[in-house]
């Protein structure tokens, strides 16, 4: 009953944040139901899934709104997801009119070009962890008799929210997708590529939790 209650209000609140996001009401729209449950759904996991095994799991319950800006939600990373989503898409169109050259081989790609303080942020504090982090979210609990493994999902939700207010500051202050001119294109797939790890990470992290990716929200 208690989950119930939970789903529907969530919901209800992801509607109501769509709405005003669109400014319309989407919740009779075939393409936006599916995208309103995995919200929902997402915003439960991360507040139960968030919450270490020893602590107490508090919900609220109350009428509050949910919006894409909460830095502390699954939507949250939902709509970093999406952001993301529409990023690559926006390359992939730009690339088909000719504006573009097709992604070139990774190796030849001149990470020096990466000056921007934001992209080794994200990449020393989110990307090279993030195997660790899976390593002890899922570690073989050696003070217990016979074999247990110490589930730390809030390792797991807490580094995909801290990468998205990462990607979400960085994306606010640079233009990814700059002029079509080729001395631009060196430092364009630099960035490119180093998104592509981001967008990697926040897959994995929500297939982990039984999630899938939005590319809209």
Same mark, same amino acid.
């Given at each position: 009953m208690?989950?119930?209650? #939970?789903?529907?209000l969530?919901?209800? @609140?992801?509607?109501k944040?769509?709405?005003?996001?669109? #400014?319309r009401?989407?919740?009779e729209?075939?393409a936006w139901?599916?995208t309103?449950?995995?919200?929902?759904?997402a915003?439960?996991?991360?507040?139960m899934l968030?919450?270490?095994p020893?602590?107490q799991?508090?919900l609220?319950?109350?009428?509050?709104?949910?919006s894409?800006?909460?830095t502390? #939600?699954?939507?949250?990373?939902?709509?970093?997801c999406a952001?993301?989503?529409?990023?690559?898409?926006g390359?992939k169109?730009?690339?088909?009119q000719?504006l573009?050259?097709?992604?070139?081989?990774?190796? #030849?790609?001149?990470?020096?070009?990466?000056?921007?303080?934001?992209?080794w942020?994200?990449?020393?504090?989110?990307?090279l962890?993030?195997?660790?982090v899976?390593? @002890?979210?899922?570690a073989?609990?050696g003070?217990?008799?016979?074999?247990?493994?110490?589930?730390?999902?809030?390792?797991?939700?807490?580094?995909l929210?801290?990468?998205s207010?990462?990607?979400?500051s960085?994306?606010?202050?640079v233009?990814?997708?700059g002029?079509?001119?080729?001395?631009?294109?060196?430092q364009?797939?630099?960035?490119? @590529?180093?998104?592509?790890a981001?967008?990697?990470?926040l897959?994995?992290?929500?297939?982990?939790l039984?999630l899938p990716p939005?590319?809209?929200?």
């Open positions: 208690i989950r119930l209650l #939970s789903y529907r969530r919901h209800m @609140q992801v509607c944040a769509s709405a005003l996001k669109h #400014s009401d989407l919740t729209d075939p139901t599916e309103f449950r995995v919200l929902s759904v915003t439960i996991k991360f507040e968030s919450t270490a020893q602590s799991l508090v609220a319950l109350a009428d509050s709104s949910i894409t800006k909460g502390k #939600s699954g939507t949250f990373v939902m709509y970093n952001r993301l989503a529409t990023l690559f898409e390359y169109h730009s690339m088909e000719g573009y050259p097709p992604f070139p081989p990774v190796s #030849s790609l001149d990470f020096s070009l990466l000056h921007d303080e934001g992209e942020l994200l990449l020393f504090n989110s990307i962890p993030f195997p660790a899976l390593s @002890q979210a899922a073989l609990d003070t217990a008799a016979g074999l247990h493994i110490a589930a730390r999902t809030e390792m797991v939700c807490k580094s929210v801290k990468l207010m990462d990607f979400s960085y994306y606010n202050r233009h990814i997708l002029e079509p001119r080729p001395h631009l294109f060196g364009m797939f630099a960035r490119l @590529q180093l998104l592509r981001v967008r990697e990470v897959h994995t992290g929500l297939a982990l039984g939005l590319s809209h929200i």
